[in-house]
T-cell receptor, first 113, second 114 residues
């Protein structure tokens, strides 16, 4: 079955720097790749997603890139702020799975002021 | 702003007791997912439903866990008997399969089994 690997498990950056989190997936049929942000004690919330027919998507300071050939996708956060500190999860899914998402292990991002 | 709701938000119980967690998916959503989150395991899928029918419950310990959808507005996750290793945060999420695979999470139930 599908497996999603996420790196790094922890990431510490200075405020204003960029942060990059990478995920690889094993099933070439996967075609939907969301990213969730989970603040301490809160629910995971969708921040951005990308489908396999698109190579890159941006929303203000966050962007996601997808390389289907290499089967990896990445989350990029620019001009990081302390409120970006959270655990970020990548996930992957494919058609005919009832919407089932396979999640990565999570990355704990710490933005130091 | 429609949201998934879960009750209770916190539950402390003693080993051996029955625990029932409830979830109300967003109105119109046809898929419901139950996850367990611990520090070690990340987000672990326990079971999920589409149109109230169970699609996969292979992530659940079958001898003590059960999941049901009595109707389209209620999903339940039951643990009987509970054990200390069941202590975790249990999240419910809902979505609309076939349109998008986006899942919307509830606030979670923090379960502590003493």
């Amino acid at each position: 079955g599908e497996n999603v690997e996420q790196h790094p498990s922890t990431l510490s950056v200075q405020e204003g720097d960029s942060a990059v989190i990478k995920c690889t997936y094993s099933d070439s049929a996967s075609n939907y790749f969301p990213w969730y942000k989970q603040e301490l004690g809160k629910r995971p919330q969708l921040i951005i997603d990308i489908r396999s027919n698109v190579g890159e998507k941006k929303d203000q300071r966050i962007a996601v890139t997808l390389n289907k050939t290499a089967k990896h996708f990445s989350l990029h956060i620019t001009e990081t702020q302390p409120e970006d500190s959270a655990v970020y999860f990548c996930a992957a899914s494919k058609d005919n799975q009832g919407g089932k998402l396979i999640f990565g292990q999570g990355t704990e991002l710490s933005v130091k002021p | 702003d429609a949201r998934v709701t879960q009750t209770p938000r916190d539950k402390v119980t003693e080993m051996g007791q029955e625990v029932t967690m409830r979830c109300q998916p967003i109105l119109g959503h046809n898929t419901v997912f139950w996850y367990r989150q611990t520090m070690k395991q990340g987000l672990e899928l326990l079971a999920y439903f589409r149109n109230r029918a169970p699609l996969d419950d292979s992530g659940m310990p079958k001898d003590r866990f059960s999941a049901e959808m009595p109707d389209a507005t209620l999903a339940t996750l039951k643990i009987q008997p509970s054990e200390p290793r069941d202590s975790a945060v249990y999240f419910c999420a809902s979505g609309v399969s076939g349109i998008t695979d986006t899942q919307y999470f509830g606030p979670g139930t923090r379960l502590t089994v003493l």
